[in-house]
């Protein structure tokens, strides 16, 4: 232990400690920038810097913790997207043998009228599952918005009104365009 080294006697190299001043210099800028625009016009708390530190590369817990969310998120709405995508097939194969059936079936009449029906109706269920699908790809665009919009959002109470409307907008396809983003 006798050769052990802190950082404070450790012996910089000839022009390292003018590099390690100027950074540590910018880091604490940055730092400082960072904490005022978390705390606003009052004065720099800690836990301002604190956050500030978590923004600035070095996320903390809970952001870590919303990823690891938002992924497991991602990830079980792609299983229910690829569910969907198996009903449409299931669904396209049955109407093609109803109506096969109906075309090339027996001789009884209404044997083949009631397949190439039903083969019908069932083909036009094909537009349910590729909804589902399509909504759960919508669904899933607006979960990584989140995501991106939680990395990169200072205030949270900023980003409220964001998700209220980006996810109104989303989940039931009302499109309420703000009145001072129109020209």
């Known amino acids: 232990m006798e050769n052990a ?7 910089l ?11 540590l210099a910018e880091f ?8 005022k625009r978390r705390s606003g016009e009052e004065g720099i708390e800690p836990c301002d810097l604190e956050d500030a530190y978590g923004r600035l590369g070095f996320p903390n817990r809970a952001l870590a913790d919303a990823q690891t969310i938002i992924t497991q998120t991602l990830r079980e709405n792609r299983v229910g997207e690829w569910v969907a ?22 001789q009884d009449v209404a044997y083949r009228i009631t397949s190439l029906i039903s083969g019908s109706v069932v083909e036009m269920l094909l537009i349910l599952p590729f909804r589902f699908a399509s909504n759960t790809r919508r669904h899933n665009i607006a979960i990584r918005m989140l995501g991106i919009l939680i990395d990169r959002t ?3 109470k900023k980003l409220a009104a964001i998700l209220k409307d980006t996810f109104a907008t989303v989940v ?3 499109v309420n365009v703000d009145p001072r983003l129109q020209g």
């Open 5 to 11: 080294q802190t950082d404070s006697d450790y012996q």
């Open 13 to 23: 190299r000839k022009g390292a400690d003018k590099a390690l001043a100027r950074i």
């Open 28 to 35: 604490r800028r940055l730092l400082v920038a960072q904490a």
């Open 85 to 106: 995508y198996v009903m449409a097939l299931l669904l396209f194969l049955a109407g093609m043998v109803l109506l096969g059936v109906g075309v090339f079936g027996s």
């Open 154 to 156: 200072d205030d949270p």
């Open 172 to 174: 039931t396809g009302n």
